[in-house]
């Protein structure tokens, strides 16, 4: 199994609400990535975790709450959102360790959200 | 972290061998060349990476001069399937930490 899913596929919410979303990888990797990508735009690092630890957090605001729950599992709590957080979010994963091709980074399909 | 320059778009037909061209003046001892191909509204997907000279698989080569200032991705022989962005990404994979490039925006036309 070589794939990452992500759900909801889509997501609509208001500044207000509190929402998660989930990611999930069965390939034994020890990495996993939260990605944002604006239109038209490259994908940009928001949070890594390796094994399950929060190892790089590239300046995200705290409306953003990543959380590793297991090495299979990644979430990212959402509250109090702005309109321009609306974005595709990018789950990743990949070994953490030479095997394989370094580094290589296997992506989700992502979450379109919406921010109203 | 290294910065990358690409194209921003270039254009092509089927049958044609296709060079994308990333400088990366910066990059570091450990870092290493990968890139990455996305079509709309999906994530991307690895395509190749090497470390230095010629790397080959079956869908594209990686051409790194010595200097490894910069990168050639080549896609032989596209069609019209291949019509997407692809990334140039430097960056040391033991940290985890890549940087994307701005992205090429290939167009295959018939």
């Given at each position: 199994d070589t794939e990452v899913t992500q759900t909801p596929k889509h997501l609509v919410m208001g500044m207000t609400n509190k929402k998660s979303l989930k990611c999930e990888q069965h390939m034994g990797h020890r990495a996993m990535y939260w990605y944002k990508q604006k239109a038209k735009k490259p994908p940009e690092l928001m949070f890594v975790y390796s094994y399950e630890k929060l190892s790089i957090n590239e300046s995200v605001p705290s409306r953003f709450s990543p959380e590793c729950p297991n090495s299979s599992l990644l979430n990212l709590h959402l509250h109090a959102l702005q309109p321009e957080d609306s974005a595709l979010y990018l789950c990743a994963s990949s070994q953490d360790k030479a095997g394989g091709r370094v580094g290589e980074q296997f992506f989700g399909p992502g979450t379109r959200l919406t921010v109203l | 972290l290294a910065k990358t320059t690409q194209p921003i778009s270039m254009d092509s037909y089927e049958g044609q061998e296709v060079n994308i061209t990333c400088s990366h003046n910066n990059i570091a001892t450990n870092d290493y060349i990968t890139w990455y191909q996305q079509f709309p509204s999906q994530g991307p997907r690895f395509i190749i990476q090497g470390y230095k000279t010629k790397v080959t698989n079956e869908v594209a080569s990686l051409f790194i001069p010595a200097d490894r200032k910069s990168s050639t991705l080549s896609l032989p022989r596209?069609?019209?399937?291949?019509?997407a962005v692809y990334y140039c990404l430097v960056g040391d994979p033991y940290g985890q930490n890549f940087v994307f490039g701005p992205g090429t925006r290939l167009s295959v036309l018939p």
């Amino acid at each position: 199994d070589t794939e990452v899913t992500q759900t909801p596929k889509h997501l609509v919410m208001g500044m207000t609400n509190k929402k998660s979303l989930k990611c999930e990888q069965h390939m034994g990797h020890r990495a996993m990535y939260w990605y944002k990508q604006k239109a038209k735009k490259p994908p940009e690092l928001m949070f890594v975790y390796s094994y399950e630890k929060l190892s790089i957090n590239e300046s995200v605001p705290s409306r953003f709450s990543p959380e590793c729950p297991n090495s299979s599992l990644l979430n990212l709590h959402l509250h109090a959102l702005q309109p321009e957080d609306s974005a595709l979010y990018l789950c990743a994963s990949s070994q953490d360790k030479a095997g394989g091709r370094v580094g290589e980074q296997f992506f989700g399909p992502g979450t379109r959200l919406t921010v109203l | 972290l290294a910065k990358t320059t690409q194209p921003i778009s270039m254009d092509s037909y089927e049958g044609q061998e296709v060079n994308i061209t990333c400088s990366h003046n910066n990059i570091a001892t450990n870092d290493y060349i990968t890139w990455y191909q996305q079509f709309p509204s999906q994530g991307p997907r690895f395509i190749i990476q090497g470390y230095k000279t010629k790397v080959t698989n079956e869908v594209a080569s990686l051409f790194i001069p010595a200097d490894r200032k910069s990168s050639t991705l080549s896609l032989p022989r596209v069609s019209l399937s291949d019509t997407a962005v692809y990334y140039c990404l430097v960056g040391d994979p033991y940290g985890q930490n890549f940087v994307f490039g701005p992205g090429t925006r290939l167009s295959v036309l018939p």
